[in-house]
């Protein structure tokens, strides 16, 4: 039997999860084991500020970089542990009363993660990550930006600040300058400089953080420095990650931090696809992204993985680092794999100084990437300044869980209030050369003549008390036909829209005129009818959206002009055939 045009195009549910992995090029090799590396300060690093073991952090950077890069949409993203994910799980499992340190909450929540994604992606659900509106996404992004860096300070300067708010953890840090340990600070600043300095190097700016990790790391070990380590808090085994069965147990008191979790990892990765296209030119999907780091967490939470997503920051790393295929992402896995193997216990000689001071770089350059974004939204408008900022102080000073859900919601608010806004009638016009003009709706309807509005909403009943203000007065409307263009309206729009429409059409009727609708969607054709309001609008007063785009307009203009012509002049509108109760 021949193959159908879906099988061919690998449209079925296997071949959408499991894309052609393709032949790995040379370039992936290096760029593989630049950003495995690259893997090892940073990965430790956020684990480490969200308060989980640092090789936690390593392993998030295995297991689910190999399935994520197998099995993504978008061949060059690497799936791995960012800070918000970090911290957002350390928030949940806080919530929940349950000890980060243990292996088996850990693997839970990961798990319970991954089911999220994966049921996000095979019910095609990425089209939500829409809703979610860049002044909310800016104020989360910078909020997590500032937790990053508080969450290091007491690395970079041996002061540990105090408080539960963000804001004033910096403030107490810039207070007590005078109480930071003197080694632990020279140390961080000299890991910021040796940064400074590799990225100014363009050969050396990808790898620009390995490279100060190791300078300073050597330095300290020859100098002697009495810093803190890495093998002062965790001990990193020289073996590849083991099995770690999940806590059930604990499975009800996360589901719902989970979901967190899960929304905050897709939401960072759903930008990847369109910053870092195919190089083969295949299409990304959303969706196939979802479903592949839900595999990857999958995968990740039976072999001690954090809960992990789309890293924007490793995949820029092995983009710059020459990556050409998935296999990029894959190699990064196993080559970390064989680091962590071999090279261990040089992985407990780092200085907690020297991640903290590259965790300040990382926390610090995020920050000043958004500055854009944020000059962007305070310039667009009040409120989504507002949103930004609220969004911005829920994240340094709530849960993180619960901060999401409030941005969730702020984003709710934000489009309803833009759609009502938006939404508008603007006169139609058409000019001698027959060209169609949009204009201002006039104050009142003309006697005896054709007036063409166009809508343009969404049919959110907030909108309708103004734009109804907007509608021309009716108050000699002898003979006038109004034509309503709904070309743009939802097929199926709200019952208060209904309301309006028959509502008008009745009061037109009364002062002897009439209400027409064009361009009108079968859907809302059905509904029409379905309500009743058909009757109102009477025979022809319905003109549905058939042809090219203006071809209703034309036929609801003859049909007005042709009813117009058919009324006796002066015929009171008492003397109408058609007659209504007063409108609801």
Same mark, same amino acid.
């Given at each position: ?26 370039? +992936? ?25 640092? &090789? ?40 929940? =009363? *349950? @000890? ?38 800016? !104020? ?83 100098? !002697? ?16 990650? =083991? ?17 967190? $979790? ?17 190089? @083969? ?66 992985? %407990? ?9 590259? &965790? ?70 058409? +000019? ?16 005896? %003549? ?20 907007? *509608? ?18 939802? @097929? ?14 009745? %009061?037109?009727?009364?002062? !002897? !005129? ?10 809302? $054709? ?5 309500? =009743?309001?058909?009757? +109102? ?21 003859? %049909? ?25």
């Amino acid at each position: 039997m021949t193959a159908g045009p879906g099988e061919r195009s690998g449209t079925t549910g296997v071949r959408r999860l499991l894309p052609a992995p393709g032949r790995p090029k040379l370039q +992936d090799a290096g760029a593989g084991l630049v950003t495995g590396l690259f893997s090892i300060p940073e990965g430790m690093a956020y684990a480490s500020i969200a308060g989980f073991n640092p &090789i936690a952090g390593l392993y998030a950077g295995v297991v689910p970089a190999i399935v994520g890069s197998l099995t993504a949409r978008t061949a060059l993203m690497v799936t791995t542990l960012t800070s918000a994910i970090a911290l957002t799980s350390q928030s949940v499992l806080k919530e929940a =009363g *349950l @000890d980060p340190a243990d292996a088996g909450h850990v693997a839970a929540l990961t798990l319970l993660a991954g089911v999220v994604m994966l049921l996000m992606g095979v019910f095609r659900l990425g089209a939500v990550m829409s809703f979610v509106s860049n002044a909310v996404m800016t !104020g989360f992004s910078t909020g997590i930006a500032l937790q990053i860096v508080t969450g290091v300070l007491k690395d970079a300067t041996g002061y540990r600040p105090r408080g539960h708010n963000r804001l004033y953890q910096l403030a107490d840090w810039l207070a007590h300058i005078g109480r930071w340990q003197l080694a632990a600070t020279l140390v961080a600043v000299a890991t910021i400089a040796c940064w400074a300095l590799a990225r100014a190097v363009r050969r050396l700016e990808p790898v620009a953080l390995l490279v100060a990790m190791i300078v300073v790391t050597a330095a300290v070990a020859v100098l !002697g420095t009495d810093v803190e380590h890495v093998r002062d808090i965790a001990h990193i085994p020289a073996a590849l990650p =083991g099995f770690s069965a999940p806590d059930l147990s604990a499975v009800p008191h996360l589901l719902t931090g989970a979901v967190a $979790v899960a929304l905050v990892a897709l939401a960072q990765a759903a930008s990847i696809g369109s910053s870092v296209p195919n190089p @083969d030119g295949s299409r990304s999907s959303v969706n196939g992204d979802f479903a592949a780091q839900g595999l990857a967490n999958l995968a990740g939470g039976l072999f001690q993985a954090l809960p992990s997503g789309g890293s924007l920051s490793r995949t820029g790393v092995a983009v710059s680092a020459g990556a050409r295929t998935r296999w990029a992402g894959v190699l990064s896995g196993v080559l970390l794999a064989l680091v962590v193997l071999v090279c261990a216990p040089l992985a %407990e000689a780092v200085p907690m100084p020297v991640i903290g001071g590259l &965790i300040l770089v990382v926390g610090g350059e995020l920050i000043w990437g958004k500055r854009a974004d944020i000059l962007l939204v305070l310039r667009t408008s009040r409120l989504s300044s507002a949103a930004m900022a609220l969004t911005f102080l829920a994240t340094t000073q709530l849960p993180l869980q619960q901060a999401i859900v409030l941005g969730a919601v702020l984003s709710l608010l934000l489009y309803c209030a833009q759609a009502a806004r938006q939404a508008r009638f603007r006169s139609l016009t058409r +000019d001698p050369d027959g060209r169609w003009h949009l204009s201002d709706p006039p104050a009142r309807l003309p006697p005896g %003549e054709v007036t063409l509005l166009h809508y343009g909403g969404t049919s959110f009943f907030a909108e309708l008390p103004r734009i109804e203000q907007a *509608l021309p007065r009716d108050d000699d409307a002898r003979a006038a036909v109004l034509v309503l263009v709904l070309r743009g309206a939802p @097929d199926v729009p709200s019952s208060s829209m209904l309301k309006v429409i028959r509502r008008h059409a009745r %009061e037109l009727d009364r002062q !002897g !005129g009439r209400l027409m609708l064009a361009g009108v969607a079968p859907d809302l $054709v059905r509904v029409l009818r379905t309500t =009743g309001i058909d009757q +109102d609008l009477g025979p022809g007063g319905i003109v549905p959206a058939e042809g090219a785009v203006f071809d209703p307009v034309d036929r609801a203009l003859a %049909e007005a002009r042709a009813w117009i012509a058919s009324r006796p002049a002066g015929t009171p509108p008492e003397d109408d055939d058609r007659r209504h109760p007063p409108a609801p």
